[in-house]
């Protein structure tokens, strides 16, 4: 699979406390005070979670923050443009909040607020921040792992936002419909809050075909039989140079079907690992996705 799916999919599982530079939180009544290089002070503005409309600003209607809890139906064509491919006008996202009962593709988790001037490479590195102990409790404190979650998708404000001075960054999740992050999204009827951790079967990644990671497959629900499923962990290995193809075949292998020994009838699955390209890898930490399908027929329900 291409690097920005590991990538949205390991953001999504979320590691605890990241540190935020320059920057405080902007959460759901668990609000997080995170490091900055200012002690000047940013005002946290309370939200609630399913907030379905915001006011309009009095100063030339120029819409008002974003808050957590917020739903958008964010069309495809502001969400072809992550990752390195970004252009500049993909960081605007004009798209109107909405009721998050009504279909929608994207909820705001966090919004960060720097407490220094707000540029667009200050905006692209605060990603980073977006994973902080609050968001992790609104998505219910899911378990790490790669899942369909798409995490964070970022946008900060228009020109006519930030000439209003607005300084902000808008974290929002989405759920992935297919193996390549990040368009389309799964539209959703409901909000997210709560439901990650609580559900985490439904956010496990499955396909109706064998895998290919030459191209994007759209993805099925787990909690029904499929043919092939993404295993939540990934394997790792840390070498010195980028391994020959033996190896990470033999290791790959082995380290995946190391994973489902233990399962109902294990030795029906077939368990193979996908490697990071040695193109997209520059170093450090080696991660392969590990899917497993049967010899025979589909893999039963996800409980």
């Known amino acids: 699979m291409e690097k920005p799916v590991r990538a949205a999919a390991l953001l999504a599982t ?15 009544s668990t609000a997080v005070a995170l490091p900055t290089r200012s002690s000047a002070a940013v005002s946290s503005t309370p939200s609630s979670a399913g907030a379905s409309s915001t006011p309009s600003s009095a100063a030339d209607d120029v819409p008002p923050p974003p808050e957590v809890g917020q739903c958008r139906n964010t069309p495809t064509t502001r ?12 960081w605007v996202d004009k798209s109107p909040v909405i009721d998050c009962s009504k279909t929608h593709t994207m909820e705001t988790i966090e919004v960060i607020k720097p407490v220094v ?3 667009l490479a200050l905006a692209e590195q605060l990603g980073d921040s977006c994973a902080t102990p609050a968001a992790i409790n609104y998505l219910g404190n899911p378990d790490r792992g790669i899942s369909r979650i798409a995490y964070p998708l970022l946008y900060w404000p228009s020109p006519a936002q930030r000439a209003a001075g607005q300084k902000w960054v808008r974290c ?4 992935q419909a297919a193996t390549q992050c990040c368009a389309p999204l799964a539209p959703q009827t409901a909000s997210l809050h709560g439901k990650v951790g609580a559900d985490q079967g439904r956010f496990q990644i499955c396909i109706g075909e064998l895998p290919d990671p030459a191209r994007s497959q759209r993805l099925t629900s787990c909690k029904r039989p499929h043919r092939a499923e993404l295993l939540p962990t990934p394997l790792e290995l840390n070498p010195a140079k980028y391994p020959p193809a033996a190896v990470l075949e033999r290791t790959g292998r082995s380290g995946c079907a190391d994973m489902v ?26 991660f392969a996705q590990c899917w497993i399908t049967r010899k ?5 329900p996800i409980e």
């Open 14 to 28: 979320i590691a605890m406390g990241v540190a935020c530079t320059a920057c405080t939180s902007d959460a759901s």
């Open 79 to 90: 969400l072809a443009h992550f990752g390195a491919s970004r252009r500049p006008g993909d």
């Open 117 to 119: 001037k707000l540029t």
């Open 172 to 175: 929002d999740i989405g759920v």
């Open 261 to 286: 020994k233990d399962r109902k009838a294990a030795d029906g699955l077939v368990a193979a690992a996908y490697w990071d390209p040695k193109s997209q890898w520059s170093g450090g930490t080696l």
């Open 296 to 300: 025979a027929g589909l893999l039963p």
